[in-house]
């Protein structure tokens, strides 16, 4: 399903070029070369799709006058998430900035945002109420207090930190794009250019979770591994030099030499 989206994501709203299979095949190439993500696939996996899915809806959504609806809905989803993955309320906020570079936050939509908020409130007092789910509250918390303080630090790993560089080669590629995009004369569309901005807006909010909260990095992984397939797919989206054309066949051959090391 994942997959499914982030194709329907580039190819629907322009990010590659008309089914261009790049951003699908960049995103298995990064899930299955880290042999540790079916640790962790369920979790991980559930919170991208999510995710992704309320950034698809952003995008349909992109400048519309009335939206209030969508967001009411979208915010209730996400609070329903939690349930099966509390993290999920750290991407609350990116969903609101979402709004905000998608030119779709109002105080209308925002107070629908809030409300939606509210009664997820409720319902979960009323659920916990009537005995039908016992949602562990003091867990959770002392889960979200832990990565607000980073006490991750103080029992993570070295090695577990050194896995963190999995990321590095996919996010210098992410990095080169964004840079040539500041030297290059774009002519994409603006509304193009907003969905970019957000892209680039979960990529980071993604690697900031992992520095925060380490010892779950891999629940965060497909986030950042959809996020940044999209933009690397769009970087080599055309290639019109031998230069580039290396420097593709180099990231693929990074990573497939990253799985052989580390199933070795």
Request: glycine share 4%; net charge positive.
């Amino acid at each position: 399903m994942l997959v499914v989206i982030i194709s329907t994501i580039a190819n629907r709203f322009s990010i590659t070029t008309l089914l261009s299979l790049f951003p699908t095949l960049f995103f298995l190439m990064l899930q299955c070369c880290n042999p540790l993500l079916s640790l962790t696939l369920q979790m991980g996996v559930v919170g991208a799709v999510m995710v992704l899915g309320f950034t698809y809806y952003l995008f349909e959504y992109y400048g519309a006058a009335r939206v209030e609806r969508v967001v009411f809905g979208s915010t209730l989803l996400m609070c329903a998430t939690l349930l099966v993955w509390d993290k999920m309320l750290f991407f609350i906020p990116l969903f609101w900035i979402g709004l905000l570079q998608m030119n779709i936050l109002t105080l209308r939509s925002f107070i629908a945002s809030l409300m939606a908020i509210a009664t997820s409130i409720i319902m979960y007092i009323s659920i916990d109420y009537l005995g039908w789910i016992n949602p562990d509250y003091i867990g959770a918390w002392h889960r979200i207090k832990d990565i607000i303080s980073l006490a991750d630090y103080k029992v993570v790993s070295v090695e577990s930190l050194f896995q963190m560089a999995y990321i590095i080669p996919v996010f210098l590629v992410v990095c080169i794009y964004n840079i040539s995009m500041l030297y290059s004369d774009s002519k994409d569309k603006i509304s193009t250019k907003r969905y970019i901005v957000f892209l680039n807006t979960i990529f980071i909010f993604s690697v900031l979770m992992m520095l925060l909260n380490p010892i779950d990095k891999n629940e965060y992984l497909p986030i950042f591994n959809a996020s940044s397939a999209i933009l690397a797919a769009r970087y080599f989206n055309t290639i019109r030099s031998k230069a580039k054309l290396r420097f593709l066949l180099l990231f693929i051959l990074t990573y497939i030499t990253i799985f052989i090391v580390w199933i070795w």
